[in-house]
């Protein structure tokens, strides 16, 4: 699902199947993703993505030409951080 929030758009996945190397195999998934981020980031052409672990998904963003911000757990989201990113 999608929706706007604020000032800004969200989008919830139903499992993080879509995430993994099975789910990327299919090309309608791939798509999903893709137009989820670039809605998430208003169309930014190659928006900056904050992403914890999904290492499979992490791969296959970077293939994609997007950027990404790589946090782990003892990451403290702060405010600095979230400047620097389109999408989280």
């Known amino acids: 699902g999608g929706a706007t929030m604020g000032k ?15 789910g990327l195999k299919n090309s309608q998934t791939r798509q999903l993703i893709n137009n989820a981020i670039l809605w998430t980031a208003n169309k930014k052409e190659k ?8 290492e499979v998904l992490a791969d296959y963003l ?5 950027s ?16 620097t990113v389109d999408v989280i």
């Open 8 to 22: 800004g758009k969200i989008v919830a996945f139903g499992h993080d199947g879509f995430f993994e190397k099975e």
């Open 68 to 83: 990404l911000q790589k946090i782990n757990n003892e990451t403290v989201l702060s405010t600095e951080l979230l400047n």
């Open 47 to 54: 928006p900056v993505i904050l992403i914890r672990d999904l």
């Open 62 to 66: 970077t293939a994609q030409g997007f």
